[in-house]
Nanobody, 125 residues
Framework: QVQLVESGGGLVQAGDSLRLSCAAS????????MGWFRQAPGKEREFVAA????????FSADSVKGRFTISRDNAKKTVYLQMNSLKPEDTAVYYC??????????????????WGQGTQVTVSS
């Protein structure tokens, strides 16, 4: 069983940066593709970014492309989401997620088996 714990959220102003972290325990972290998703009040959970188990493949949603960067450190069992030039519309609860062993990353939330509890990001204008 894999446990995921997000951290790094907070209240920032538009244009600021934040780095979210997601620490994993249980399982073999280096075998899992990882994703970040977010959910704003009253909206569906949406894809933000994903990274392959090796870290060589990354992709992100068009809404965050050029501003957000996903990365991972398999030795630390942690995946990161660097968020720059934040906008009020980025306000949401951010979740990290892990796939099954050695599967490809995906933008589909149903692809992921394990989820963290989320961390709140609030961007004021």
């Amino acid at each position: 069983q894999v446990q995921l714990v997000e951290s790094g959220g907070g209240l920032v102003q538009a244009g600021d940066s934040l780095r979210l972290s997601c620490a994993a325990s249980g399982g073999t972290f280096s075998r899992y593709a990882m994703g970040w998703f977010r959910q704003a009040p009253g909206k569906e959970r949406e894809f933000v970014a994903a990274i392959s188990w090796s870290g060589t493949i990354t992709f992100s949603a068009d809404s965050v492309k050029g501003r957000f960067t996903i990365s991972r450190d398999n030795a630390k069992k942690t995946v990161y989401l660097q968020m720059n030039s934040l906008k009020p519309e980025d306000t949401a609860v951010y979740y990290c997620a892990a796939t099954a062993t050695y599967t490809s990353p995906s933008s589909a939330k149903d692809w992921y088996h394990y989820w963290g509890q989320g961390t709140q990001v609030t961007v004021s204008s």
